[in-house]
């Protein structure tokens, strides 16, 4: 890091006059890509496209302006793709019946025919090319309004890059993988640590002359100053070295090998919801604002994510370490900074006698054709491969339901959010949209919480739309003690015995009073439908209104097969529900007897009531 707190070396420009080195080739059918992750460089030629020469230059140049140090396109895989898909372009138009020998000469039956060349390929890999092709083509002035018109119309069915069907790992999975992870881990940490124990012992002199493990300490001490282990003129290893286990065995006891890489990088993307890639580039480099005189706190590292953009790609990743108390070996591998400062002291040796900065370093088991360094300083996709292999994890192609899942870095990712609800590298938005929304988990969660709010936001209306109701408990005592009924109802006493002798009734209950409407200006008489009395705060219930409350409710249930569904939901049924609750305040033998003292009057008033004769009067 550049700041200064840190020790760091301070921030420089490049001298004046520097440019970049340029992408598209001298002659103009070539594009150089160069790999900001490795510092390699790959050049792809265009010269061999089965098109005419303004098309090739053309397609090459469209490359190229893809290519540059502000683009997003930062690895060699994304480059190729978009190479490729350029390629398959070209010989679609070498292919059509209609001649391009310009750009300005591509239509839209160009696109189509490209869209339909791959019908036969899964949705998310022509999805791939369709996005591809218009990154390169778009805002292109050279193209004709038919072909621009033409680019954004073709779609791809389930052309969204969001795949559902990738979800993420149950609880039962996501333990079975962090087992196996852990155990590798810890496998890793007690080899290491015993052999330096073995070395520090050894370079003390408390071994035992002539014992084993005096030879061990030997081949080791070598081993870490120089990096190698002694040999013989056929390059195999010497019988001392054969004797402790190999060369192999000898340089794993001081280095992490790939597999034990990987499992590191899978632990740290559970615990931090980092993609892979990001993770695989760390720095060994970090700043520790506490100086590291703490074994908690957190540490700064200094990561990139190219996909967020030339302004946004560049990242500081806080690890923290938030457990405390417990059992130690429960929390460091629950813990991301102490996960990453493990990663670092075990990989030390290698880092520095690979000259490595990285965080993941290592040493493959043998040299190859392909790898002729015995280093490893950069992990990929195919060393989880490897790993889950190794563990008895299965490929897509050979898992079964409820076997061994199928160790997916996307998938671990997800359920690392998915359990953390908190946005990695990304916006709430796309957290949201992205990662939690299309999880059947996540959908039955919320499902429940929206649920429970309405229900309880419907009380709440019942509650405040409630009306009151006068038991025949309380009508005695009215009629005994009216000052006492009055006090407990909140109202005069005047007021209550219009209640009581019925010259307050509406239809389907009673009003308090009138003339303070909450529908009309104060001291105005209501103007409100009879039926909107159940809303009112006014409206109070009594034994005589049960009869014809009763004959409502059975008329609102007959008129329900009538009627459109939508039309009952919003007209009648929050009545038949308000009827009901005041029916629920009375006992059973007060219903039986009020439904037997159902009139034929009661049923026309009813009958006027929902037909809007009463609001006529």
């Not at 999975?173 to 080899?191: M, P, Y």
């Not at 073995?198 to 370079?203: E, H, T």
């Not at 007897?593 to 026309?604: E, F, P, T, V, Y």
Request: glycine residues 6%; charged residues 25%.
């Amino acid at each position: 890091m550049s700041g200064r707190a840190g020790g760091g070396q301070p921030a420089t420009l490049p001298p004046a006059g520097w440019a970049p080195r340029p992408r598209l080739g001298p002659d103009g059918e070539s594009v150089l890509f160069l790999d900001e992750t490795s510092g390699r460089s790959t050049l792809f030629e265009f010269t061999d496209l089965p098109v005419a020469e303004p098309i090739r230059r053309w397609l090459a140049e469209r490359v190229a302006g893809q290519f540059t140090t502000r683009s997003t396109v930062k690895r060699l895989p994304t480059a190729r793709s978009l190479v490729d898909t350029a390629r398959h372009f070209a010989v679609v138009l070498s292919e059509h019946p209609v001649t391009v020998r310009r750009p300005e000469d591509v239509v839209a039956e160009h696109l189509l025919a490209f869209r339909r060349r791959y019908e036969h390929l899964k949705p998310r890999t022509v999805s791939g090319y369709v996005e591809n092709l218009r990154r390169l083509l778009r805002d292109d002035e050279r193209l004709s309004p038919d072909a621009r018109a033409g680019l954004a119309a073709i779609r791809v069915r389930a052309m969204s890059r969001r795949d559902i069907t990738k979800r993420g790992y149950t609880e039962v999975e996501w333990q079975e993988i962090l087992t196996a992870v852990r155990h590798d881990v810890r496998a890793a940490r007690d080899r290491i640590h015993a052999s330096w124990r073995l070395l520090v012992r050894y370079r003390a002199g408390e071994l035992p002359t002539g014992s084993e493990d005096v030879t061990l300490g030997r081949l080791l001490d070598g081993f870490e100053r120089t990096g190698q282990l002694p040999r013989k003129v056929d390059t195999n290893g010497t019988p001392d070295v054969h004797r402790c286990g190999g060369l192999v065995k000898v340089a794993g006891m001081l280095c992490l090998s790939p597999d034990e890489l990987a499992a590191f990088a899978l632990l740290l993307v559970s615990l931090t919801g980092q993609n892979y890639g990001t993770i695989a580039a760390w720095p060994a480099a970090h700043f520790r604002p506490d100086g590291g005189l703490t074994d908690e706190g957190l540490a700064l590292v200094e990561s990139c994510k190219p996909r967020r953009g030339p302004d946004r790609e560049h990242m500081v990743i806080a690890l923290e370490d938030l457990i405390t108390g417990g059992d130690r070996e429960h929390r460091w591998s629950r813990s991301p900074l102490r996960v990453y400062r493990m990663l670092l002291d075990l990989g030390d040796t290698a880092r520095r006698l690979s000259n490595s900065r990285g965080l993941f370093t290592g040493r493959i088991a043998k040299r190859t054709v392909h790898t002729p360094s015995p280093w490893i300083t950069a992990l990929t996709s195919q060393h989880v491969q490897r790993w889950a292999a190794a563990r008895g994890f299965p490929t897509a192609t050979f898992a079964v339901p409820g076997g061994k899942p199928v160790v997916s870095v996307r998938r671990l990712r997800l359920t690392a959010i998915e359990r953390r609800r908190r946005p990695v590298a990304h916006t709430a938005a796309t957290m949201r949209d992205t990662y939690l929304m299309p999880h059947p988990a996540v959908q039955a969660e919320s499902h429940a919480v929206v649920a429970a709010t309405l229900d309880s936001e419907v009380s709440k209306a019942r509650d405040h739309a409630r009306v009151p109701v006068f038991t025949q408990n309380f009508v005695d005592l009215a009629r005994s003690d009216p000052q006492a009924a009055a006090q407990q109802a909140g109202m005069s006493t005047k007021q209550l015995a219009g209640l009581l002798d019925g010259s307050k009734d509406t239809v389907l209950a009673s009003c308090q009073d009138h003339r303070a409407s909450p529908y009309d200006p104060p001291g105005a008489a209501c103007s409100a439908s009879f039926l909107a009395c159940l809303d009112c705060a006014n409206a109070r219930a009594l034994p005589h209104q049960l009869p014809i409350q009763l004959a409502a409710i059975d008329a609102l249930e007959q008129l329900r097969p009538h009627l459109p569904p939508a039309l009952w939901a919003r007209r009648y049924a929050p009545r038949l529900d308000q009827l009901r609750d005041i029916t629920a305040g009375f006992q059973p033998a007060e219903i039986d007897h009020a439904r037997a003292g159902i009139s034929d009057g009661h049923r026309q008033r009813v009958s006027d009531l929902l037909e809007g004769r009463w609001d006529l009067h």
